[in-house]
């Protein structure tokens, strides 16, 4: 029987020597590994191959999707880290006396979801080349062939370019035991997937960067295009089959635009179930108060055959109306993970606010929000009022959220929620997370203020 213990110790100790043969590199050199390595995966064959193995392996999602993902979300993040340092003297602030220079953490421990294997492992590897450190990379049992082959196609890249091939290293076989191991024995734990993945990084004594569960909830006031809010909202939720925690979950939308707007998502290809047909979904979508794992990242038809509702071939999201929010009537105001999104009415703004508010609480703290507004100051009122980390205006959520040639979002796969969410970071998880800074402190003149300069009229009082 494998120890698993002794197996990872052993996959870390390999890593550790070959970070240690890279802690000198130049930014030039490692620039030359992230972009060399970015190229071997998203040209044609490699590309086209880990989406459809991803697709075949995990039984979600859908190749076009998966293919994207790789396009974008690669390209994007390198894209992002050329334009910063990773290497030396990242700041100089002259007035202040400080310098700030970049140190490599060590080893990296990246754990990877089911959902999403084809881009995440590869982002992870080049966040971690970046900064001169090395990663081992715990796999979902069920992608486990997926990342095999990617961190192949790595490793003979960082030969092919004189580095060493144990930067980037992988659990070949999969378990709970080995990941946790993995969590335990790295210095710092990179982790992407579901809550009890990221409670255990979080609590595996190593230092970690993790994400909260989404519920992403979009808000339609009457001042929206909605033809054009109607054909993002689609593009969003079918994309990958929603395996994104970003894609529209809820949809709140002003009540006097509420049936023009439903007309426009059916033109798009959104199926709005009856009442009774409604029934019938939510009890094949949740199993004894649970999500059932059968329709997480399936095709509509998939999941309304499931149901045993018709709907038609071209069916691209199901549409499911509601009037609550919480556990145990009204699931439909939760995270689903599929391509199914529930309406709600609102008659003022901000009834509409509130109802954001109510249910990014229920599910989804810290995650993120959207609006399809053009009403400036609405926008701002939504972004003060909500307890999230990202607000997408005018944008389809699950291919903004994370970044998008078309907004200035730090390119990721891992989107921190702050305390809210259960996280140490509200951000977009980069490259920046994986380095140690050490300031250098120089003597300036004195700032000290003079006490009527501090503290003005209150000392009158």
């Not at 060493?164 to 659990?171: M, N, Q, R, T, V």
């Not at 808000?219 to 689609?234: F, G, P, Q, R």
């Not at 609405?378 to 205006?393: G, N, Q």
């Not at 509200?426 to 250098?440: A, D, G, R, Y």
Request: charged share 25%; with cysteine.
């Amino acid at each position: 029987m494998l120890d698993e213990k002794a197996y990872v110790a052993g996959l870390v100790e390999r890593a550790r020597v070959a970070q240690q043969e890279i802690e000198n590199y130049t930014q030039e050199q490692v620039d030359k590994l992230i972009t060399a390595i970015c190229w071997d995966i998203v040209k044609d064959g490699p590309a086209q191959k880990i989406a459809q193995m991803a697709v075949d392996e995990s039984k979600m999602g859908n190749y076009e999707s998966k293919y994207g993902k790789l396009m974008v979300k690669l390209k994007g993040g390198l894209r992002d880290m050329l334009l910063e340092k990773s290497v030396g003297v990242l700041e100089r602030d002259e007035k202040k006396g400080l310098i700030k220079i970049a140190k490599p953490i060590g080893v990296i421990g990246g754990v990877l979801p089911c959902t999403n294997p084809e881009a995440t492992p590869v982002l992870k590897a080049m966040m971690a080349l970046k900064t001169r450190n090395a990663i081992v990379l715990a796999p979902h049992p069920r992608t486990k062939k997926t990342n095999a082959y990617i961190v192949d196609l790595m490793r003979e890249t960082l030969k092919k370019h004189g580095a060493p091939e144990d930067l980037i290293l992988c659990i070949e076989e999969p378990s709970l035991v080995a990941s946790n191991e993995v969590m335990k024995q790295c210095d710092l734990v990179l982790a992407t997937g579901g809550g009890p993945m990221v409670k255990a990084a979080y609590s595996s004594g190593t230092p970690a960067y993790g994400v909260g569960q989404g519920n992403a909830t979009v808000l339609v006031d009457e001042t929206a295009d909605l033809k054009d809010a109607a054909n993002k909202i689609m593009r969003s939720k079918s994309f990958d089959f929603s395996t994104s925690c970003s894609s529209e979950n809820s949809l709140v939308i002003q009540e006097g635009i509420y049936n023009d707007f439903v007309a426009c998502l059916k033109a798009e290809g959104g199926f709005l179930v009856s009442a009774d047909e409604k029934v019938k979904l939510q009890e094949t979508m949740w199993v004894d108060g649970h999500l059932n794992p059968d329709i997480i990242a399936q095709s509509p038809k998939t999941i309304a055959d499931l149901a045993g509702i018709n709907v038609p071939a071209d069916c691209k999201f199901i549409m499911v109306e509601e009037t609550g929010i919480g556990p145990d009537q009204y699931p439909f105001s939760g995270e689903k993970l599929s391509p199914v999104t529930t309406m709600f009415k609102y008659g003022t703004f901000a009834e509409g606010v509130n109802k954001v508010k109510t249910i990014t609480s229920f599910h989804g703290k810290g995650h993120s929000c959207g609006i399809h507004s053009t009403n400036d100051d609405r926008i701002l009122e939504l972004a003060m009022a909500t307890k999230v980390s990202r607000m997408m205006v005018r944008q389809p959520q699950a291919l903004a959220n994370s970044g998008a040639w078309t907004n200035g979002m730090p390119m990721t796969l891992t989107l921190g929620c702050g305390t809210w969410g259960g996280n140490i970071s509200s951000e977009n998880i980069t490259f920046k997370k994986l380095l140690n800074v050490t300031w250098v402190s120089y003597p300036i003149a004195s700032t000290m203020p003079t006490d009527a300069e501090l503290f003005g009229d209150i000392m009158k009082e």
